[in-house]
């Protein structure tokens, strides 16, 4: 089992940029791949981004390629997300998200990871 905790959210401006953390327990933090996942309230969540425990493979949402990066260091059992050229429309809580099965981008996308954070609101001003 691995517990995730969030942090790093807060407000910036539109065009700013913030670094997201998500600190994970347990010893085995490199057999599980992650996600980060984002979530208005009235909305489904949505998929943001993913990695493999490796890192070799990585994946994003097209309203995020280009702008926001996952990264992760097995090291320190954190992975982060920083996000760039921010927008009004990121607006939303995000959570991180492990799970240990398939490294495979189809399955990274599901929501249906076993181990979630609770979550940290990002506010994007215009």
């Known amino acids: 089992q691995v517990q995730l905790v969030e942090s790093g959210g807060g407000l910036v401006q539109a065009g700013g940029s913030l670094r997201l953390s998500c600190a994970a327990s347990?010893?085995?933090?490199?057999?599980?791949?992650m996600g980060w996942f984002r979530q208005v309230p009235g909305k489904e969540r949505e998929f943001v981004a993913a990695i493999t425990g490796s890192g070799g493979i990585t994946d994003y949402a097209d309203s995020v390629k280009g702008r926001f990066t996952i990264s992760r260091d097995n090291a320190k059992n954190t992975v982060y997300l920083q996000m760039n050229s921010s927008k009004p429309e990121d607006t939303a809580v995000y959570s991180c998200?492990?799970?240990?099965?398939?490294?495979?981008?189809?399955?990274?996308?599901?929501?249906?990871?076993?181990?979630w954070g609770r979550g940290t609101q990002v506010t994007v001003s215009s």
């Open positions: 347990g010893r085995t933090f490199s057999s599980y791949h």
């Open positions: 998200a492990a799970r240990s099965d398939y490294p495979n981008p189809y399955y990274l996308r599901l929501s249906n990871y076993p181990y």
